[in-house]
């Protein structure tokens, strides 16, 4: 396969915790041997990774989570959801072995993960390949003088529309009124996003599809929004970006 033609992508630094409590010894036993098994190894070679390598029998289609804490939104997708492929990131080891416990209950086949920061998988995963892309509270930096942190930002938002496939579907949820603006604005910024509302009530509720993650139900700064976006087809929409 050839070398990837992109430019080497900014240095990636990820300001959130990587550790928590000392985990138990059943949990760190996830982490010693089911992990290994489910990580995303990259080339080494700086190629694209190829994604139908990561799973034993192919998916019919590909689905991202970033930063999924726990992992019960993975879980919960990923076991309606058995012909689909989910990607998970979460560099937080304890949510990390949260997840493997819940992939190992269910004897879920079907997801793989990613242990730092989204953004590192995404610079070596292929073009429009993903078809639904989730962000569910992820980006716990309210403040303004931390606006750098965000993974929402211009250059993340093109990474994303440049990995999703046309038609795919962005989701992303806040409890706090000023990331829920950033994000709008900078998704909607890009025109190879549309926003799916049509009113109120759809960024009020969330689709049945969609369950409550356990931030969520901290309920800790607000109503949360719900989010949704299309990935408008390639063909409609004029860019001479390049990443
Ligand atoms: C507030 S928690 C929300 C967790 C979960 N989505 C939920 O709703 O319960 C935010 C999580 O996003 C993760 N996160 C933040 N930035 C990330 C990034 N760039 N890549 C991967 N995970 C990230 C953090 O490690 C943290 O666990």
């Excluded at 139908?52 to 726990?70: N, Y």
Aim: with cysteine; aromatic share 10%; proline share 9%.
């Amino acid at each position: 396969m050839a070398t990837d033609p992109r430019p080497a992508p900014p240095p990636r630094r990820f300001y959130g915790r990587r550790t928590g409590r000392r985990l138990r010894p059943g949990r760190q036993q996830l982490i010693d041997s089911v992990l290994p098994r489910l990580e995303i190894v990259l080339p080494e070679d700086g190629r694209a990774l190829d994604p139908a390598d990561l799973f034993d029998v192919a998916p019919k289609s590909l689905w991202f989570e970033i930063g999924f804490g726990g992992g019960e939104h993975l879980v919960w997708q990923a076991e309606r959801h058995p012909d689909i492929g989910f990607i998970g990131c979460e560099p937080f080891v304890n949510g990390m072995s949260t997840l493997l416990a819940g992939v190992q209950d269910k004897g879920l086949t079907n997801i793989r993960v990613w242990s730092d920061d989204a953004r590192l998988v995404l610079d070596r995963w292929p073009a429009a390949s993903l078809d639904r892309v989730f962000m569910l509270f992820a980006d716990p930096w309210p403040k303004n003088r931390h606006a750098g942190r965000r993974f929402v930002q211009t250059e993340t938002v093109a990474l994303l529309a440049d990995r999703m496939a046309d038609g795919a579907e962005l989701r992303i949820a806040s409890d706090d009124p000023g990331l829920v603006d950033w994000s709008l604005w900078h998704v909607r910024a890009d025109p190879a996003f549309e926003w799916l509302a049509r009113g109120p009530e759809d960024w009020r509720h969330r689709p049945e599809d969609w369950p409550a993650t356990r931030y969520e139900e901290k309920q800790l700064h607000g109503a949360p929004v719900f989010l949704r976006f299309r990935r408008r087809p390639r063909s409609d929409v004029s860019s001479t970006r390049s990443l």
